[in-house]
């Protein structure tokens, strides 16, 4: 048996190929990326690889792998989306804001637009303005709601 180690640049893979294909074996058992120490994993992994007890490694084809790439990208977004969402509605909470109570949706145009006239400092009657005529709290609830104790420092993250 015969060891050399290899990086793990594509030059460096590159090179571990033409190696081992100038042996022409039959099989090839490989180890995972890695600082390896251990001599006696790669005679083990020989040993199993002769009596075929590793599988293969499964390669998913090209485009499950473009597939996947894309839709984790596409998490990402929706993630820190989500996170701020989330964030911004502590703030309000803290703030004394309970915008969340008397509309069925924090995030939906008509808070949103609430939220926005607040972080402008207007006065949460100024604020009633944006509120939908389809919201069914009364304006007394919506000034309720939003008569918190914001800070600057509300505002400011807001």
């Known amino acids: 048996m ?3 180690e290899f990086g793990s640049f594509k030059r460096d893979r590159k090179a571990m190929a033409e ?4 042996f022409r074996p039959r099989q090839v058992a490989m180890e995972s990326t890695g600082r390896k120490i251990e001599l006696a994993d790669a005679q083990w992994l020989a040993i199993l690889a002769r ?3 590793l599988r293969g490694g499964f390669v998913p084809p090209q485009d499950l792998r473009t597939l996947r790439l894309i839709s984790c990208q596409m998490q990402k977004p929706t993630s820190i989306l989500s996170g701020e969402k989330n964030h911004a509605h502590k703030v309000l ?3 004394g804001i309970r915008l969340a109570v008397v509309v069925s ?3 939906g145009k008509s808070a949103r637009e609430m939220i926005e006239g ?3 400092g207007e006065t949460p009657e100024q604020v009633l303005q944006y ?3 389809r ?3 009364t304006i007394d609830a919506l000034l309720d709601a939003l008569a918190g104790e914001s800070t600057a420092d509300h505002i400011f993250v807001l």
């Open 2 to 4: 015969e060891l050399r």
């Open 19 to 22: 190696w081992v294909a100038s």
């Open 51 to 53: 009596s075929e007890l």
């Open 93 to 95: 909470t803290d703030g």
């Open 105 to 107: 949706d924090i995030h």
């Open 118 to 120: 607040l972080s402008r």
């Open 131 to 133: 509120a939908s005529s």
């Open 135 to 137: 919201l069914e709290a």
